[in-house]
């Protein structure tokens, strides 16, 4: 995630280790059992911020959590699996540079859980919500090849390679995916 | 009172206040805010938020937890300030009162500096590493130990001149953390002196050497030296192992400084000094197995992540007093690179100083960019890559000896007398100029960078090439016999020049292409459209590249003496210039991999991937936009590449086997650049791709429609761009 205010150069580590890897201890589940809820208020953000605290060795404050949820709630989606939050995904949408573009800016599944399509669930909802509200494009930072292929399948690009981007040397990707123009209206 | 910043008083639960250890100063006091913050979290409902006209959710993402030790700089450190540091005992001088301990220990303090110097040139801040050393913050103290102070000073001077050089090549993004010295003690009075400094401690230390050895071989000197340190048996060793470290300070010194005189002239001197440096690095990296066995350590023992040759902690380095004049806010714990690898760092940067010191300046701009290309191609770093682009670029001249009017006539292949033209001036030329400045400057930064410049740049040429074209119509219009011979002259020339921009611009947009394989943007699912774009570029490359040659031949022989064609010169003008058929290689090579990705594709259905958001049409766009906005080339678009390759089918590539032809043309170019040994080894490359790739396609055309279990991969195995195809059976 890019943190706007902070210094471009990310020194995050642990976001490697997000997607990547087979889990050493696998959940046993039906994928029809994962329930996909959307932000629904403030009794989800503790949720959210554990799930990311566990995993990113990055430290957001509770403040760097709101501005995502409170501004852009229908943008962010959990996963659940009996009662148990098991992945999620925080993004936002706005203008820039004349260009309207969606930015997911935290993906998250824990370990158990990985490799069975819950992220791609979790960000495809969330980019569908994005081209129903009017962007063109999405755009996020990665690192890892697991989630470079992840988002290959759903039709990210990678636009530019950001040289250094983390603090221990580690290059990141720029990934976008262009939406097709909306059809022209036809008249009756 | 200043002293003690905050009397002890009652806090709000009735414990004592700890004294702070940040004293208050004239304009501050400091006052307990506990109540206010209580108050404060009782009025605050949860999911509330103080709100302002300059404070939103957006600033209130900067909030620093305080305590958090991943947030708060402050809580995780050991002293507040270099003065306290120093009060503690963190940085002694002497070191020891034990010499042979206190020769140890600098010589571990000479090691984690080269290992902090390394980290700092890899793209840490100067403050966390160089300057995490509190002798080099406090360098006058260290002035009664007059190895260490030689030592510090001559580092000081170094990270200066280093910190200039990269200054002055306007480094970018990314990189731009490297010259931050904001609050840093750079500037030393009597810096300039470092390097006699530093050669009066190598002296004496010599002449310790030759006494110890001298008294080995029981002979006396005539002087009377004070020992190093107090082990003669570890005397010749620890004297062996400090002149190796202070002689590779000074000739790196003399590196930056000869490197550094204008027009290259220094370049000769430089490698003199680059040699004796590598030297010793060697004889540094032989030493460790002294330092370690010295006190009967094991020299085995993993010692691979330690910061000296010694492997033990070097005394006198705290990387968070600095914090605050990091960068980077939160400060991180960053990783001092290991000694080690500091010293293989060293290495690769004094080859690639080496490879910039050898350099002939050759005043030919295509021979340049070849040799810039092919420097790039060892990923230098930053050091290097400034240096380079120092020479290249000096005064608004190459190399800060040849005009870029006088650059782009000989690369336009005009006649040397064009040099001295007034046309030189006319405003579109001199904007020109400054393009091909510019070209030189983005080519020497790293690859990203580099790749994201260059795509926009072109938009740059485009619109050179139309000024020009219209300066060419308005002033020359259609040209008569009535036409002065001078207006004549302009027109060729502006004619000659437009060739040689679009021939520019073809060879810009090949290298933002292939890049892109570089730096791995393409996915093997975007392979039919890059190699597609490729081979249309690679065409137009070629045709202008052969036009300029032939008008630059046709103008030479009218000015030659000869009246009549010899059927040698027939036989010249007819054959394809070497330069043209190593392109048609590439171009057969691009347009075999098209079309057999296209097959794959129409047949099998491999590599395609259609996403539930987007189709091919918007990775295209999205891969080759800035290419489409600067006309490059003109009429090809998405409709013409799916045109392209629509119909392909395996039945039509078995019809012709574009990478025999790649194979062959590989084949009979090779003897033209019996003299270039990159070309050479270029070809090698091509040709091992082509036979490759024909082989994979006889099999895949067989078998392809009728073998589920044919399993195809493009890899980039034998060649940076082009992709060898694998083919087998899973």
Redesign the interface.
């Known amino acids: 995630m890019l943190?706007?205010?902070?210094?471009?150069?990310k020194?995050r580590e642990g976001e490697r280790e997000r997607m990547e890897g087979i889990p050493e201890d696998k959940a046993e589940f039906d994928e029809a059992e994962i329930e996909y809820v959307s932000y629904g208020g403030?009794h989800h953000l503790p949720l959210i911020m554990n799930l990311v605290d566990q995993e990113l060795?990055e430290?957001y404050?509770i403040?760097?959590y709101?501005?995502f949820v409170?501004?852009w709630p229908q943008l962010s989606f959990l996963a659940f699996h009996k009662g148990k939050c098991v992945g999620t995904v925080v993004c936002k949408m706005g203008e820039h540079r004349n260009t309207f573009r969606g930015y997911i800016a935290m993906l998250v599944v824990i370990k158990p859980y990985r490799g069975r399509r819950i992220a791609t669930e979790l960000v495809?909802r969330s980019?569908?919500m994005m081209?129903e509200s009017g962007c063109e494009e999405v755009t996020l930072e990665v690192t890892n090849k697991g989630a470079l292929a992840l988002y290959?399948?759903?039709?990210f690009?990678?636009?530019?390679?950001?040289?250094?981007?983390y603090?221990?040397?580690v290059?990141a990707?720029r990934l976008?995916?262009?939406?097709?123009p909306p059809p022209p209206c036809q008249e009756l | 009172m200043a002293d003690n910043a905050v009397s002890e008083g009652a806090s709000m639960d009735g414990h004592p206040l700890k004294l702070a250890s940040i004293p208050a100063t004239d304009s501050t006091v400091w006052t307990d805010a506990s109540p206010l913050l209580q108050a404060a979290c009782t009025g605050l409902r949860d999911g509330e938020l103080i709100h302002g006209d300059n404070f939103n959710l957006f600033a209130a993402m900067s909030a620093l937890e305080i305590m958090d030790p991943k947030m708060d700089s402050g809580i995780v450190r050991t002293y507040y300030s270099i003065d306290e540091a120093i009060e503690h005992g963190a940085a002694p001088i002497p070191i020891s009162l034990d010499s042979t301990i206190d020769v140890q220990c600098t010589i571990d303090i000479m090691d984690h500096l080269l290992a902090c110097e390394a980290a700092w040139h890899k793209g840490h801040s100067l403050a966390q590493t160089v300057f995490s050393c509190i002798y080099l913050l406090r360098l006058d103290r260290t002035a009664p130990h007059a190895l260490l102070h030689s030592y510090c000073r001559i580092i000081r001077a170094t990270c200066k001149a280093v910190v200039s050089v990269a200054s002055n090549a306007r480094t970018h993004e990314e990189e731009d953390l490297f010259t931050m010295t904001y609050g840093l003690p750079l500037n030393g009075d009597g810096d300039d002196k470092c390097l006699s400094i530093l050669n009066a401690v190598e002296d004496t230390i010599s002449r310790q050497l030759r006494a110890c050895k001298a008294a080995s071989l029981k002979r006396r000197l005539p002087e009377d030296l004070e020992p190093l340190q107090s082990n003669p048996n570890l005397e010749e060793g620890f004297c062996k192992a400090l002149l190796c470290r202070l002689c590779f300070r000074k000739h790196f010194f003399h590196i930056l400084a000869c490197m550094k005189r204008p027009q290259g002239r220094g370049l000769e001197s430089a490698r003199k000094h680059i040699s004796s440096c590598m030297t010793e690095l060697e004889s540094i990296q032989k030493s460790a197995y002294f330092i370690r066995s010295c006190f009967g350590e094991s020299c085995e023992g993993d010692i691979d992540d330690k910061t000296t040759a010694s492997g033990r902690e070097p005394i006198g380095f705290d990387a968070m007093l600095n914090s605050r004049l990091s960068a980077l806010m939160p400060p991180r714990t960053i990783k001092i690179l290991s000694w080690k690898k500091a010293v293989e760092y060293f290495v690769k940067l004094l080859h690639d100083l080496d490879v910039i010191c050898s350099y002939s300046l050759d005043p030919h701009l295509e021979s340049l960019l070849r040799f810039v290309v092919q420097f790039q191609k060892s990923q230098p770093d930053l050091v290097a890559r400034s240096h380079l682009q120092l020479l290249l670029v000096q005064d608004g001249k190459l190399y800060g000896r040849d005009p870029l009017f006088s650059v782009i006539t000989k690369a336009a292949a005009l006649l040397e007398a064009t040099k001295n033209h007034d046309i030189q001036k006319n405003e579109s030329i001199l904007q020109l100029g400054m393009l091909v400045m510019n070209l030189l400057k983005i080519l020497c930064t790293n690859a990203a960078w580099q790749r994201r410049k260059l795509g926009k740049f072109l938009q740059d040429w485009h619109v050179i090439y139309v000024q020009l074209e219209l300066a060419l119509r308005n002033e020359f219009g259609e040209v008569s016999s009535r036409s002065s011979n001078d207006e004549n002259v302009c027109m060729k020339i502006f004619q000659h020049i437009l060739l040689w921009v679009e021939e520019q611009t073809y060879w810009i947009t090949f290298r933002f292409l292939i890049l892109g394989f570089e730096l791995e943007l393409y996915s093997t699912s975007e392979y039919c459209m890059v190699y597609w774009y490729l081979y249309a570029v690679l065409i137009k490359l070629a045709e202008k590249t052969q036009l300029k040659m032939a008008v630059s031949y046709d103008t030479a022989k009218r000015k030659g003496k000869k009246k009549k064609d010899s059927p040698k010169d027939l036989a010249r003008e007819s054959r394809i210039p070497p330069a043209v058929t190593f392109l048609q290689c590439c171009i057969f090579l691009a347009e075999g991999l098209t079309m057999m990705l296209a097959a794959l594709r129409n047949e099998i259905s491999l590599f395609q991937s259609p996403g539930p958001f987007n189709t091919e049409q918007e990775k295209f766009a999205q891969h080759f936009e800035l290419l489409q906005r600067a006309c490059i080339p003109d009429h090809f678009s998405y409709p013409s590449y799916k045109e392209s390759t629509t119909h392909a089918r395996f039945s039509t590539l078995a019809m012709y086997n574009y990478f025999k032809d790649a194979q062959r043309i590989a084949k009979e170019v090779k003897s033209s650049f019996s003299n270039d040994p990159e070309r050479l080894a270029e070809l090698q490359k091509l040709e091992h791709v082509a036979e490759h790739n024909s082989a994979a396609q006889d099999l895949i055309c067989r078998l392809g429609a009728l073998d589920p279990s044919l399993k195809v991969s493009f890899e980039l195995s034998h060649h940076p761009f082009f992709a060898t195809v694998v083919a087998k059976r899973s």
């Open positions: 943190l706007f205010c902070c210094s471009r150069k020194p403030e060795s430290p404050s403040f760097t709101r501005y409170y501004l495809t980019i569908r081209m290959g399948r759903l039709g690009i990678r636009a530019k390679r950001l040289f250094h981007y603090l221990n040397g290059d990707f976008k995916l262009l939406f097709p």
